[in-house]
């Protein structure tokens, strides 16, 4: 007899054993016994209280790029190791070709979150969320909205279905923010995300209390919870209304976003003839919806719209992939699909199918066929044709989580729209199509029930991600029936493990919190000219304030000769005159500019390495010939890139010789340190 392994969870510092009431874990290819994991009675105050006061702490007093740095060595790690992951996958009836998005999609997640952390964040602790407003005309009085970590623990309860994406697609922007997680995984599966855990502990990265895992039940964990705590879950809308209706949650407002079930919509676009490579296209997309995962797979597509006079080759093609498919053993090279999780799952998956035949054809397969593959949770596909879609209510309602989708004519793009829609809020829709005005369409009248609408041609046959691919930069969630909740999209994501405040206040208060430099707050003198300084030496708020220089009527005259830009407002006293905005020949934007530069640059090699662009430039007031023109440029913000140099965001206000600012725009440079970081 095969051992029977025992899943831990990792506890409050320590791994925990599961105990006598552990629940059963079962090959899917087989249906044998594989592990066990769970605990009859759990610490849930204790790993609650572990969290909140060690992990908190610990990840709170890292900036943003320590916490990005940690990611990308834990990714690092678990890339070097994924090949247990691999091995152990395929018992959850996962192929090869499901661990490149459950894997190796995890870890190039938590790439991705790295990566945009450092080059979108501050290497700071608190994130600053949108500009400076201005409260008072004097520019005495601003306001800032700003983002910190939320002081309690993040929970993370998961589906099955991706024991690896679906823990690291979330701890990546918890940790980010600073805060700590407990990671529930659904039992299932819950031995390859213990696997991805270990790994990551024994890297040596994880703060203490910044991870814990719990297997098996949650005990009373959401009793305990308060207004600072998240939890995110994903599964399905029965279990998500049973949690969100805990009191303690509805009592202390705790943030709950759901991630749950979906009956995603494709659409062939009315201008796609079989001939057209679009065609392709979509069959691929639908067949590879239906079997990656063995169609367990939130994003996968449960409905297949396309115009009733293509509803005939459509089924053709359909059936003809179908019929290839290659079903077994997931760690087979040779299977296409694997099996489904478990047996339950498989007659979750019969029971739901045989609803949809209440109201849809099967075209393809046989719903009461015995299993393809004798034992285990062996499933084969089902294609359903829906005649009449509008008088059908189970085909739009009924997630059948495994290879079954069900095909429905539509008259016109309408229709098409409508009938997508009747998903009641999916996570997303794709169409294939060649016609940017059909794509306008279907994207305004389907978006407000969609989290993500994918649109696929030629043009992104080679590029394109594919329909169920959820992406790190994008996000991801759907309104409605879909849960109502938003995760990833980028640094989106972390914010909502943050509290968003409005702080108001003088603008060097608005400094000193921020580290960031606001227009109006006191000058910090520089020491010595600031690009003479490097990147570590310079101060937030520094400010260089240059010496006037007089613009004249030759300077602009060469300026334009010598640039070729001799628009009317630069030449032609009169013409300019009869222009609302001057008062008769000025001085060109890039005039100014090029002499700010003149007048702030400090000529000699040095720490500043290069000018790598301007950002929210404004031309504020003209610049007549006799005009004299002077700089006040200061260190607004610094982001080092890394150990050699870092990024300068200059704040420069060119003003005129009344004191007013004729122009304003931030630089950006990139600054050597003078002693390279470690
Ligand atoms: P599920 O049965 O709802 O379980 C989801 C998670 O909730 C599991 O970790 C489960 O743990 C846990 N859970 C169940 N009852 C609980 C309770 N009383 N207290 C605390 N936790 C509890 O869903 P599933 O079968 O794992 O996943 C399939 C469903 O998830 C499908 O409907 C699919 O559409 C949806 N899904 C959605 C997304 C998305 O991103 N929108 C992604 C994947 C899956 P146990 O396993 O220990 O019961």
């Known amino acids: 007899m095969t051992e029977i392994r025992d899943v831990s969870s990792y506890l409050i510092g320590a791994w925990c054993p599961p105990d006598a009431e552990a629940r059963p874990i079962h090959d899917a290819a087989t249906g044998r016994q594989l592990a066990r994991a769970g ?39 678990l890339d ?20 490149a998005f459950d894997i190796d999609g995890g870890i190039g997640t938590l790439f991705v979150f790295a990566s945009k952390a450092r080059r979108e964040m501050p290497d700071a602790t608190v994130y600053v969320d949108g500009p400076v407003e201005a409260l008072s005309r004097d520019g005495s009085f601003v306001g800032q909205h700003i983002c910190t970590p939320l002081r309690g623990a993040a929970i993370h309860i998961n589906a099955f279905n991706f024991p690896v994406w679906g823990m690291l697609e979330k701890l990546a922007p918890t940790w980010l923010a600073g805060m700590p997680a407990i990671v529930k995984p659904a039992t299932a599966t819950c031995h390859v995300t213990e696997l991805a855990v270990r790994i990551m502990l024994d890297s040596g990265h994880v703060p203490d209390g910044a991870l814990q895992l719990v297997c098996g039940g949650i005990g009373d964990m959401l009793d305990h919870v308060s207004g600072q705590d998240v939890i995110s879950f994903t599964g399905s809308a029965e279990t998500a209304a049973r949690l969100r209706s805990t009191p303690a949650i509805q009592r202390e407002a705790t943030r709950f976003s759901a991630e749950q079930d979906s009956l995603n919509a494709t659409i062939l676009g009315p201008d796609v003839p079989p001939d057209a490579p679009e065609f392709d296209l979509f069959v691929s997309e639908v067949i590879r919806e239906m079997t990656v995962k063995a169609g367990q797979k939130c994003t996968a597509i449960r409905r297949i719209l396309v115009p009733a006079d293509a509803i005939d080759p459509v089924i053709t093609a359909l059936c003809a992939r179908l019929s290839r498919i290659t079903i077994g053993a997931a760690d087979d090279p040779e299977t296409d699909m694997g099996p489904l999780v478990s047996s339950a799952q498989c007659a979750d998956v019969r029971a739901k199918a045989a609803l949809i035949a209440s109201e ?52 016109d793009l309408d229709h098409a729209v409508a009938l997508a829609n009747r998903g009641q809020g999916s996570l997303v829709a794709s169409l294939i199509t060649h016609d940017p005005e059909v794509a306008r369409t279907v ?31 994008m996000i991801h969630g759907g309104p409605g029936r ?8 980028g640094i989106r994501a972390v ?41 570590d030496a310079l101060h937030i708020g520094e400010t260089l304030e240059t010496e006037a220089r007089t613009v004249t009527l030759d300077d602009i005259e060469t ?30 934007g890039y005039l100014l500019l090029s002499f700010a530069a003149g007048l702030f640059v ?43 140099y870092g990024e300068v965001r200059w704040h420069v206000k060119i003003k005129n010789q009344n004191a007013e600012p004729v122009a304003e725009y931030e630089l950006l440079t990139m600054n050597a340190f003078d002693t390279p970081a470690a």
């Open 602 to 644: 400090h000529p000699e090699e040095g720490p500043v390495l290069a000018n790598t662009g301007l950002d929210a430039l404004r031309f504020l007031k003209p610049v007549s010939p006799g005009d004299s023109v002077s700089v006040l440029l200061t260190v607004m913000s610094k982001t080092p890139r890394n150990p050699a």
């Open 495 to 535: 914010l909502h493990y943050m509290q968003r405040t409005a702080v108001q206040g003088s603008p060097d208060m608005l400094r000193a919190i921020t580290g960031r430099h606001v227009p109006g707050a006191t000058p910090v003198p520089a020491p010595a000219h600031p690009f003479t300084r490097g990147f």
């Open 482 to 489: 879909a849960g109502g909740g938003e995760e990833l999209g």
């Open 39 to 77: 605990h009859g009675s759990l610490d849930t105050a204790g790993i609650l209280r572990h969290a909140r006061e060690v992990g908190g702490p610990a990840l709170r007093q890292l900036s943003f790029h320590d916490r990005a740095r940690m990611i990308k060595a834990l990714a690092q790690h």
């Open 360 to 411: 849809a054809a099967c075209v393809f397969g046989d719903p009461d066929a015995p299993p393809p593959v004798p034992g285990g949770a062996f499933f084969a596909p089902l294609l359903f044709f829906c005649r009449d879609p509008d008088a059908a209510h189970l085909v739009h309602e009924t997630e059948a989580f495994g290879p079954v989708a069900t095909l429905m004519p539509y008259r």
């Open 559 to 588: 300026f334009a000769h010598f640039t070729g830009d001799t628009f009317y407002a630069h030449m032609d006293d009169a013409a300019a005159a009869r222009n609302p905005f001057f008062p008769g020949r000025v001085a060109h």
């Open 80 to 99: 070097a190791n994924k090949q247990a992951l691999y091995d152990l996958s395929f018992s959850t009836g996962a192929t090869l070709r499901d661990h």
């Open 443 to 473: 994207t305004l009248g389907a978006a407000a029930c969609h989290g993500r609408i994918y649109l696929a041609d030629r043009t992104t046959m080679k590029a394109g991600s594919g329909h169920g691919a959820p992406l790190p930069h």
